[in-house]
């Protein structure tokens, strides 16, 4: 986060400007802090499965009278609940020092419920990164392409606002900006129109996700090869 404000305070600071796209340092530094936030609290799942389907343990989860994407909804979300809210008490701490005083009650408020849109989404993704692995085993390389997809086109490393029209276009025709974008900028600048157009576009890739998502597990199902004992 310190070199985050540094990048931005010399950014600011050459265009001599207080504002950029309507977003004021002080707004920077709390965003780059709920969009970590969230990066740092997303379920990494499909290293589970995909460590799970090299051990052989997923035959035995499998077997269990529970559904296979619920027991890792579960246990994922438990450990998203402690790593984010750890870091948005220290994180908060840090960007206070460093901005001022935090977004007011309204921001909060949008980025905890798109926040959880957000999450789930995330879920929905690495889950089925992790399918992959009851084919191909290793889903490294589809984890990391992924990610760099939500830090450019869902608004990590910049706020979509300060991209050109046509690729904020083509952004928001895509998933990215309502797993990361639409908490960290809600946060910072809470609009209700903004809110609302956010917390569609999540519903709307949910239901997209958990279909897809569905169809995938019962596929996968068919073709996984277990390996251990």
Not at 194 to 205: E, R
Request: glycine share 8%; proline share 5%; charged share 10%.
């Amino acid at each position: 986060m310190f070199i985050f404000a540094g990048l931005w305070g010399t950014t600011f600071a050459i265009s001599n400007t207080d504002a950029i796209n309507g977003l004021t340092l002080p707004n920077m530094i709390w965003y780059f802090m709920m969009a970590e936030t969230l990066e740092l609290g997303k379920p990494r799942i499909n290293r589970t499965i995909s460590e799970q389907v090299k051990n052989g343990e997923v035959a035995y989860i499998l077997n269990k009278p529970y559904n296979f994407i619920l027991y890792h909804f579960s246990a994922g979300l438990g450990d998203g609940i402690v790593r984010m809210t750890l870091n948005v008490i220290v994180g908060s701490i840090v960007a206070w020092i460093l901005a001022g005083a935090p977004p007011a009650p309204l921001g909060w408020l949008m980025a905890f419920v798109t926040l959880i849109g957000a999450w789930i989404l995330h879920f929905c993704v690495m889950a089925l990164i992790g399918l992959a692995a009851f084919v191909v085993e290793e889903t490294n390389s589809f984890e990391l392409i992924y990610q760099k997809l939500v830090f450019i086109l869902g608004g990590f490393l910049f706020p979509l606002d300060m991209f050109p029209t046509w690729l904020q276009k083509i952004a928001y025709a895509l998933p990215f900006p309502y797993m990361m974008y639409a908490p960290a900028r809600l946060f910072v600048k809470p609009e209700v129109d903004l809110f609302w157009q956010m917390l569609g576009g999540q519903v709307v890739w949910v239901i997209v996700f958990v279909l897809v998502l569905s169809l995938v597990y019962r596929r996968s199902e068919k073709l996984l090869t277990v390996n251990g004992g």
